[in-house]
């Protein structure tokens, strides 16, 4: 094993995160060195050299990715030195008290932007990569005009972070029309809008461009993904919490948009990387580690933030009611009758089928419009009744997330009919500034007990802490995606362990889902479309067998 020596480098090997925090004790002892020495030394690169020296190995033997070097002695101390540099000026400039892991988040964009043009910061969701990235524009200031790029939704979000975080900086919304683009501005617009105005944006040489939740620029053939490499910008960085979520080459989509020299060869990269990597080997994928090192900052909570409380996962399966299997069995034998197709046409109808089983496993009056008397008909939503019912009693508030609109709306009415609780729904039709009410209304000490959510709408980018319980009342073909709403209450902030109820119908398709999801091979897409067109392809038989109630579980 080698020491790594470029000191000109950024990169650190092993956990970045920890980095300022764990040589302290001994730069401690090196300092008790250096004091005794009775020269005086010339500049900082002298001092650290001199208390390198002194730094015991088991300060830095930092082992790489692949196992093949550890980080110099010289390189950790300036990393440490550096780091607390960014502290003192952060703790000026930033209205914010920065955890030691967000303010090397913050060193450690500097220097990779400084070396590579670009950064990947993909630490897990809840870590607060949101004020890391704030830090990071506020020292960029006065190079020009800055820009984020993030889901609609989060929009609002970020405009009132730049502002209660960095007064110092003029934050803009922008959604079309003339851009007030000039040193000192940041510029936050959705993701919807560049795609629809990512000429106008291109106008303008923006000295940082970030791209929140960035796997939504994951397929790089996409207009989104496209428009987004057009803009001039000097600095790109991009945050995701999930930067692989079942494909590699969504890696690669992300590092091209950020560090193009570095990664500029999508086919090097999956002969190189991709393919032996799916052909299980060990080796290749501890050298992707390594390749990825120097632009790609992936932290997780049992890393930088061990005062986070646990989050305990449960997952309930739920009887089908009479209704709902005579329901299930009919819509089921119909769809098989009329035939699934060929083509396209399969795959619409096997939508059509499939979005109605799952609507029948959540109620059956969703599919048939019969919604007089909502209790006793479903038996996942009465299991959610029952959890809702004791997380009441004991004064715990509780979010709910659906994939659909309709479920969301109903549950808010049995919660109002079975609790007389007015429950928020926190859904894509609502405007900025309804959304921002809904979240502040619920992190408020007296707020709602019981919040109800969109998983597209906000399974991403809020904070809502209040909350200590999660259910998940149906379920997504991706874990990572539930991963990511779960994550809206286990952040930074939170005091107790969260739990997380994931409810699934008991032999349903759902159960296919689920073992997926145990399998971790869930399908790569936010939406249902992957999924969807991976069932499209398989033939009747086994499609039927898929989707057909298992009556012996």
């Given at each position: 094993?080698q020491?790594?020596?470029t ?21 401690g002892a ?6 005794a020495?009775?020269?005086?030394l010339?500049d ?6 001199l208390?390198?020296a002194?730094?015991?190995i088991a ?5 790489d ?6 980080v110099?002695?010289?390189?950790a ?7 607390q ?9 930033l ?5 030691p892991?967000?303010v090397?988040?913050v060193?450690?964009l ?31 200031a ?20 730049i502002?209660?975080f ?8 922008w ?15 959705g ?10 944006l ?19 053939r996409?207009?989104l993904a ?9 600095v ?14 969504e ?17 090097q ?16 994928a501890a050298?992707l580690r390594d390749?990825?090192?120097?632009v ?9 933030a ?6 305990i ?8 009611t009479?209704e ?5 069995d ?6 098989i ?6 083509g ?8 059509a089928?499939?979005?109605?089983l799952?609507?029948v496993c ?6 048939t ?7 006793g008909?479903?038996?996942k ?6 959890i ?12 709910i997330?659906?994939?659909?609109r ?6 808010v009415?049995?919660?109002?009919e ?10 894509g039709?609502?405007?900025q ?7 502040h209304?619920f992190?408020?000490?007296?707020g ?6 969109s ?5 991403t980018?809020?904070?809502?802490t209040?909350?200590?319980d ?14 990511q ?5 286990h952040?930074?902030?939170?005091t107790?362990?969260?739990?997380v109820t994931?409810?699934?119908s ?5 159960e296919?889902?689920a073992r997926m999801?145990?399998?971790k ?8 479309s992957?999924g ?12 039927i067998?898929i989707l057909r109630r298992?009556?012996?579980?």
């Open positions: 094993m020491t790594r020596t000191q000109e480098s950024p990169r650190v090997t092993g956990s970045p995160g920890d980095v300022a925090d764990g040589p302290a004790p001994a730069v090196a300092a008790n060195t250096v004091a020495e009775r020269e005086p010339s900082v690169a002298d001092l650290i050299r208390r390198a002194a730094l015991p300060a830095h033997a930092v082992p990715a692949a196992g093949t070097s550890v110099a002695a010289e390189r101390l300036r990393v440490l030195y550096e780091t540099a960014v502290a003192a000026e952060l703790a000026v400039a209205k914010a008290e920065l955890r892991y967000q090397r988040g060193s450690w500097r220097e990779t932007v400084a070396a590579h043009g670009g950064a990947v910061l993909a630490d897990e969701m809840g870590l607060g990569k949101t004020v890391q990235t704030i830090g990071f524009l506020h020292g960029r006065a190079s020009g005009p800055q820009l984020v790029v993030c889901p609609t939704s989060l929009v609002g979000n970020w405009a009132h972070e502002d209660r960095a007064p110092g900086l003029r934050v803009t919304v959604r079309g029309g003339a851009i007030a683009a000039e040193a000192g501005t940041v510029v936050v617009a993701y919807p809008t560049l795609r629809l105005h990512g000429h106008l291109g106008e303008h040489r923006w000295a940082t461009t970030v791209f929140d939740e960035a796997q939504a620029l994951k397929n790089p996409t207009q496209k428009a987004a490499r057009t803009l001039d910008a000097e790109r960085v991009a945050l995701t919490g999930t930067p692989v979520e079942n494909h590699l080459e890696l690669w989509a992300l590092l091209n948009l950020v560090a193009p020299r570095l990664f500029g060869h999508r086919t990269f999956r002969r190189r990387f991709v393919r032996p990597i799916q052909e299980g080997s060990a080796s290749t050298r390749a990825i090192e120097p790609v900052l992936a932290r997780k909570k049992a890393q930088v061990a005062s986070l409380p646990a989050k996962h449960t997952d309930l399966l739920c009887d089908l009479g709902q299997e005579s329901l299930y009919r819509l089921l034998d119909r769809a009758d009329d035939g699934f197709g060929s396209a046409q399969r795959q619409s109808r096997v939508l089928a499939l979005t109605a799952k609507q959540n109620h059956p009056g969703l599919v419009g019969e919604l007089t008397e909502l209790a008909r479903s038996g939503l009465d299991l959610c009744a029952d809702v019912a004791n997380n009441l009693e004991l004064g715990a508030p509780t979010l997330f659906t994939q659909y309709q479920t969301g709306e109903l549950l009415r049995h919660l109002a079975q609790f007389e609780v007015a429950a928020p729904f926190f859904h039709g609502l405007d500034a309804e959304r921002a009410a809904i979240v209304g992190q408020a000490a007296e709602p007990p019981v919040l109800v959510l998983l597209r709408a906000a399974g980018g809020l904070t809502l209040r909350a200590a999660v259910i998940h009342f149906d379920r997504w073909w991706n874990p990572a995606v539930e991963a709403a779960s994550d809206r209450a952040r930074i902030g939170q107790r362990t969260v739990t994931t409810l699934t008991t032999t349903t398709v759902e296919h889902i999801h145990d399998r091979s869930a399908l790569s897409d936010l939406g249902d992957a969807i067109a991976a069932l499209a392809r398989l033939d009747d038989d086994q499609l067998e298992k009556r012996g579980n």
